[in-house]
């Protein structure tokens, strides 16, 4: 076996980003977190202070520094839920930007291997379902999700230029929505809010009729997924996702079907841009990097849903 491995893991106090972390860690890797905890948050990763771990406060749109040898930068740091990056859609667009250029910077500074957090939101509203990774798209980009989307687009396209002009290695994770333990009550995204509001014996509120499509993929799942991708030398794009597509009104039923509520369903209004459809093509993952999602939905939603229940008491006690 050969030396012990560092990765760094910018946003990794984050949700997806920590599960990562305790996920290495596990495997036997030295994990430097640096995070300035803006949508992410410390009770993430206090429990790994007496492993082989360091957390760094910092804001990566800033120039940073790592002294010590660094083999991978793992870039997770961004708002994520459309209604974080609706709040902060500058931040949003600076650390897709400047904050990409920073971790790029630092993984050509240390040859480390460089792996991009993007997302399918890179192919905004798309005319094609399920989303190959050779689909290029239908992004508004001066919609109020375009600070996202737009941030992404422009992440991988400035990996694929350090890839091509520096020659660093590189890989660029097309994320779906994916959801449990560790998402925050305050998150936006439907899984929360329709499981917290189950909890609470409130409505469940859907956007529009409800008719519109996501896939959803455990956390297990998609952690696996960028592993095998990291350990793989794939430079192009590969979707990490769960190809059953359903409808958001199906979602906020299954969540009421496994929490055993009474609440009801209620409509509002649906968001601009909101995308009608989206379903991940994984022949890529599948044939690349013998990768696809093994937990379902019902097995996934049960820790979910424990983890709420857990956050809601917390809350509801104080
Ligand atoms: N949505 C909903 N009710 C909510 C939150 C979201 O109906 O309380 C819808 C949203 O309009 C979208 C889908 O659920 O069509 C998934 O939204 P989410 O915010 O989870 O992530 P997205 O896939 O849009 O990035």
Redesign the pocket.
């Known amino acids: 076996m050969s030396e012990k491995q560092t990765v760094l893991i910018t946003g990794g106090a984050g949700f997806i980003g920590s599960h990562l972390a305790g996920q290495l860690l596990d495997d036997g890797w030295r994990v430097i977190v640096m995070d300035n905890l803006l949508t992410g948050d410390v009770r993430n990763i206090t429990h790994f202070a007496n492993r082989d771990f360091l957390f760094i406060k910092h804001d990566v749109t800033e120039y940073m520094i790592v002294s010590e040898p660094v083999d991978y930068v793992l870039h997770f740091a961004s708002p994520a ?3 974080d990056y609706m709040r902060y859609p500058i931040h949003t667009l600076k650390v897709g930007a400047m904050g990409t250029h920073k971790a790029l910077g630092l993984a050509k500074y240390h040859n480390a291997t460089f792996v991009l957090a993007s997302t ?2 890179v192919y905004g509203d798309p005319e094609v379902n399920p989303q190959p990774e050779s689909y290029w798209g239908q992004v508004n980009p001066i919609g109020p999700r375009g600070v996202y989307d737009e941030a992404k687009r422009f992440a991988e396209a400035m990996t694929m230029a350090y890839n091509r002009s520096h020659n660093l290695s590189t890989r660029i994770v097309r994320i779906f ?1 994916t959801y449990g333990p560790r998402m925050r009550l305050e998150d ?4 929360p ?2 499981i917290t ?1 189950a909890l609470r014996g409130e409505p ?5 009729d ?1 008719s ?1 499509t ?1 896939s959803f993929t455990y956390i297990e799942d998609t952690v696996r997924g960028i592993l095998a991708l990291m350990r793989s030398a794939e430079t192009d794009p590969v979707n990490i996702g769960n190809p059953e597509e359903l409808t ?1 009104r199906q ?2 039923e299954a969540v009421l079907e496994i929490t055993g509520s009474q609440s009801e369903i209620v409509e ?1 209004p ?2 601009e841009d ?2 009608q459809v ?1 379903c991940p093509d994984i022949h890529r993952a599948q044939t690349i990097l013998g990768w696809s999602p093994e937990v379902s939905l019902s097995e996934g939603l049960r820790p979910t849903i424990d983890w709420f229940r857990q956050e809601v008491t917390a809350v509801d006690t104080k």
Do not use: K, V
């Not at 469940?204 to 529009?208: D, P, Q, R």
């Open positions: 839920s459309p209604s399918s939101e929505n936006g995204r439907a899984i809010n329709f509001q469940l509120t859907i956007y529009g409800g519109q996501r958001i979602m906020a509002m649906l968001p909101d995308p989206r």
